[in-house]
């Protein structure tokens, strides 16, 4: 067995094509001597590490269509320190309203205690609505008169006048 390899040595020395291709090999294969769940572990690892290296590549790209950069100036960002956020500070901030308010209703108490605002009233309003609540006041009932007087809504009777007989009326 040794002298047959040592014919197929001697034959391949005389071979001088290499080919090369100028890049290496798709994947390396684990060591041989390697157990198999460790290969197997290693060869995960690689296709991890190729998939990552692949996705980044490929958000640098979609990154690199994005041209919006936000320009921050210095204040801003000096703002920003001591800046808390609203649930944090609504205690706070509801207890001044309630202290402001209670500041404002005391100095009204203290200035005069009664409201002093009286609105003007068109006295033509304040006549139709006397007129009204009266009207309101009378009982009325629907009546037919007997004699050939017509009676009117305010309860006035006109003789022969050609009102209709039967109106909304006082009393007949």
Do not use: Y
Not at 25 to 43: C, D, F, K, W, Y
Not at 69 to 78: F, N, V, W
Not at 117 to 135: G, H, I, K, T, Y
């Amino acid at each position: 067995m040794q002298v047959k390899r040592e014919q197929e040595a001697a034959v391949l020395e005389h071979c001088s094509f290499a080919p090369k291709t100028g890049r290496p090999p798709e994947h390396r294969v684990a060591p041989a001597n390697q157990p198999v769940t460790e290969r197997l572990h290693h060869i995960h690892d690689d296709r991890r590490r190729r998939l990552e290296r692949k996705r980044a590549e490929q958000e640098a790209a979609a990154l690199s269509q994005c041209t919006f950069a936000p320009s921050l100036t210095s204040r801003q960002l000096q703002d920003d320190v001591g800046h808390k956020p609203i649930h944090k500070r609504v205690g706070d901030l509801l207890r001044k309203r309630n202290e402001a308010l209670t500041k404002v209703r005391l100095a009204a108490e203290e200035a005069g205690g009664h409201a002093t605002f009286a609105p003007a009233v068109n006295p033509r309003s304040m006549r139709m609505a006397s007129a009204a609540r009266q009207s309101r006041q009378r009982p009325m009932q629907k009546a037919a008169c007997e004699d050939d007087t017509a009676v009117d809504r305010d309860g006035k009777r006109s003789p022969g006048k050609g009102m209709r007989r039967c109106r909304w009326v006082t009393n007949c």
